[in-house]
Structures are given as C-alpha cells and as structure tokens.
C-alpha cells in the first residue's frame, strides 16, 4: 500500500483480556518497528523487525507482550493478559534499506484497558 | 547508549510569532538526528533531518534545525509560526551500532494562538 496502514484504529477491552495489534507495512519495506507512545510519553522502542533476521526483542516490557512478522510483510503485536498500564497507543512504522532516509509511521492503534 | 532530552513540554505561542524547541542528546558515536511532528489525531511524520554535511537543515514548511556538536544540541526552530503548526513535536537519535533504532525525546506540544 501507500503508506503504514494498522488496525484497529482504536481498542477497547477489559482488563485480563488478550489483544492483537495488527501492522501492515509499505510493500518493500525491510524493516518493521513497533513503539508505544504513552500519555505525556515519549515514543518507547518494543521491537524490531529486519529482513529474516531474529527480531531486537529488547525494548518488550514483559512476557506479555509478544510480536511475529509473517512472510517478511505483515505484523501482529501480541497483548496478553492486558492490564490497565498497557494503555496507550501502539505505532508501528517501517523503512527501506536505508533506514536513514526515515521512519513511515502508521496512524496508531489506541488500546484502551478497562 | 543513547538518549533524547526535549527541554520544553510545552509551548505556547503567538501567531506569526517565532518558536524554538530545545532538543539535546547523548550518545558515544558519531548519531543521526530527526525531528517528527504529530498532528493531531494523525500519525508521526518525518519534519528533517541531519546525516551528514551541512549543520544547519531545513523543511519544507519552514522550519529549521541546526546540528552543535559541541554542545550536543539539534534545536528546532521557525521564524513565524501559523496556527497549522499547532501539533506535537519529537526529537529523535539514531545511530549504527543500534541498528538505527530511533530514540524519541518525550516531545514538545506547540500550540499556536491567533
């Protein structure tokens, strides 16, 4: 597609529950990162996706966070057993081979934990 | 490692007006700087951006941003500001031994009064 497209928009679920973030990239593009941008919050770093490479997991901030990357393209960011912290919104964004040339954001998926 | 220190949480100011957000980081390498903006409501955009060669660098829209390495700054600034500018503003770092992962500051609100 055009650009980084993520669905939902926006998530509303209850405490406990378990979520998926979907991200689907810019067709080409190698690499893959998700962040999460908290209220008042600078962007925090989770994961990183590069080619067939094993992902950079090191920015997850527990064990209840999981990501997989399938055929190179399309990503699924992983939320179990969701709690109240959790909420924020979820950026994904992806580059080409020269990541220098900058990041193409998605627009964000807004989880709300209730 | 590295780190984004954005100085100003918020700023406010007059239309037509100039504005300078503060932007300064740490790192141990040689770094590439970013600034993003987020509209409202809507994803990160790239604004610019320093690699190499010329400190001083420029957007499309008017803003600026000069490269000291000396004092470890990339400052954002524009002469007179229009009330679109109104949105928030991320300073990032990125760098090769980190798989040019960005680092974010924790951002600048700039709102624009008539």
Redesign the interface.
């Not at chain 2, 809507?42 to 790239?46: N, Y």
């Not at chain 2, 798989?99 to 951002?107: E, I, N, R, T, V």
């Given at each position: 597609g055009a650009g980084?497209s993520q669905s939902p928009s926006n998530k509303v679920t209850e405490k406990g529950k378990d979520v998926e973030l979907r991200c689907d990239p810019i067709s080409g593009h190698t690499a893959l990162?998700w962040?999460r941008q908290s209220l008042?919050?600078?962007?925090e770093?989770l994961i990183?996706f590069?080619g067939n490479s094993a992902p950079?997991k090191s920015g997850l901030p527990s064990d209840r966070f999981s990501a997989e990357r399938t055929g190179g393209s399309v990503s699924t960011l992983t939320i179990q057993r969701t709690q109240q912290e959790d909420s924020a919104v979820y950026?994904c964004?992806s580059?080409g081979s020269t990541?220098?040339y900058?990041?193409t954001?998605?627009?964000?998926t807004r989880l709300t934990v209730v | 490692a590295q780190s984004?220190t954005?100085l100003d949480?918020q700023v406010p100011v007059f239309e037509e007006a100039p504005v300078e957000l503060r932007c300064n980081y740490s790192s141990s390498v040689s770094v590439?700087l970013?600034w993003?903006v987020q509209y409202p409501n809507?994803?990160?955009?790239?604004l610019l951006?320093y690699?190499s060669g010329s400190t001083l660098v420029e957007s499309i829209n008017g803003f600026e941003a000069e490269f000291n390495k000396s004092q470890t700054s990339f400052h954002l600034r524009k002469p007179s500001v229009h009330i679109s500018d109104t949105a928030e503003y991320?300073c990032?770092v990125?760098d090769s031994r980190n798989?040019?992962?960005?680092?974010?500051?924790?951002?600048t609100t700039v709102t624009v009064r008539a």
């Open positions: 980084v990162y962040y008042g919050q600078g962007l770093f990183y590069q950079d950026l964004a580059t990541p220098l900058g990041y954001f998605g627009s964000g | 984004v954005q949480s590439y970013f993003y809507q994803g990160l955009q790239l951006k690699l991320f990032a990125s798989d040019y992962k960005l680092s974010f500051g924790a951002g």
